[in-house]
């Protein structure tokens, strides 16, 4: 009996090995009840939101002013946006 248990520990070794250790952590903290928090994930999310909105940057500097009042940065990685383009009018306008 003992040289199944033996057995069955090497294995799960061996898959720990080749396992990614951030995977393995995520599964640990899950196991504890507590929920992981993958901070690249959440960049990339706000990023697309604040790329999405069509304000012309206004709510991203509202955002950092934000932070800043509290002592954080925005730290995302990418380029900001550029404001969008204003559609040009056609015509006499009177």
């Known amino acids: 009996m003992s040289d199944l248990r033996k057995e069955l520990l090497r294995q ?3 898959i720990r090995e080749r396992m ?4 393995v952590e995520r599964a640990r903290l899950a196991a504890l009840g507590k929920v992981p928090y ?3 994930a959440a960049k990339e ?3 697309h ?3 999405a909105k069509r304000d012309g940057g206004a709510f991203r500097r509202k955002l950092e002013q934000a932070l800043k009042a509290e002592g954080g940065t925005l ?3 990418g380029e900001k946006a550029p404001p969008p383009v204003k ?3 056609g015509g006499r306008v009177t």
């Open 49 to 51: 939101f604040l790329d």
């Open 45 to 47: 999310a706000v990023g």
């Open 38 to 40: 993958d901070s690249d």
């Open 75 to 77: 730290d995302l990685d």
């Open 87 to 89: 559609p040009r009018r």
């Open 12 to 14: 799960m070794k061996a």
């Open 20 to 23: 990614d250790p951030k995977l």
